[in-house]
């Protein structure tokens, strides 16, 4: 692939204390940052604003709503990127993240924190035991063995629009995979460095949000799994709508 249009996905809501140091921190590496402010309360949006990224107002909350808004206004690409806006990603993992698509190797490649160093404290055990779950269900029922549903991820667009995302809430990544499975995409994991974020999460930091997450992961998971499902060729990679406004 020569010269890809990459753009870089990043869903937000109340991050005004990381987002900044986020988007400079990648958008010399991309050609378009978007941050999708999902109804945020604080200073989320003018932050983003400043610091360079294109920003989408996604009133709702759902993290899928805000990557969907995202993706329709982020437009003709040829990779999507899609990253956290807590600074617990490290932009440094990038390159290899989108290098197997440029080569042509994979369509789909999750950046895997349970195959890469995670901070101390970074990664919760309801989180490890959660992804530990999700990734042991999706090889049972169709036999691609995933470590990791990680935000931090790059998809080939046209792979991309083969997919028919509509998850609005915490199900959106593991849609991503299955679907990708479904679809016979070449899938892959490159290990990622995990860094302890900045400010409380929204799934793992209380209670509601971790019962909330594992439902609609499994959830999805369930309604997947009684449509048609063909399995794809196990593949590795070397560790090598909204309102908008600029």
Request: hydrophobic residues 40%.
């Amino acid at each position: 692939m020569h010269n890809p249009v990459i753009k870089l996905i990043i869903p937000a809501r109340n991050e005004e204390g990381a987002i900044g140091q986020v988007v400079t921190s990648v958008i010399d590496a991309v050609d378009q940052v978007i941050v999708a402010d999902n109804g945020s309360t604080d200073k989320t949006a003018s932050v983003a604003k400043a610091a360079g990224a294109h920003v989408v107002y996604v009133d709702t909350p759902g993290y899928g709503r805000a990557c969907l808004a995202a993706v329709e206004a982020a437009g003709a690409c040829d990779i999507l990127v899609f990253m956290d806006g807590d600074a617990s990603d490290d932009p440094e993992d990038l390159s290899e993240l989108i290098n197997p698509i440029i080569n042509n190797n994979s369509d789909l490649v999750i950046g895997s924190r349970i195959l890469g160093d995670c901070d101390p404290g970074s990664l919760t055990p309801q989180q490890r035991f959660g992804n530990t779950l999700a990734c042991w269900l999706m090889h049972l029922i169709w036999g691609f063995r995933f470590s990791d549903l990680g935000p931090f991820r790059a998809i080939r667009k046209s792979s991309y629009d083969r997919l028919n995302m509509e998850a609005p809430t915490f199900g959106w990544t593991v849609e991503m995979q299955v679907r990708a499975l479904k679809q016979n995409l070449r899938c892959a994991e490159v290990p990622v460095h995990y860094r302890k974020r900045i400010g409380v999460s929204k799934i793992s930091g209380t209670f509601k949000g971790v019962i909330l997450a594992g439902w609609y992961i499994l959830g999805t998971i369930g309604l997947e799994a009684i449509k048609p499902n063909p399995k794809v060729k196990s593949l590795s990679a070397k560790p090598a709508a909204g309102r908008s406004e600029k």
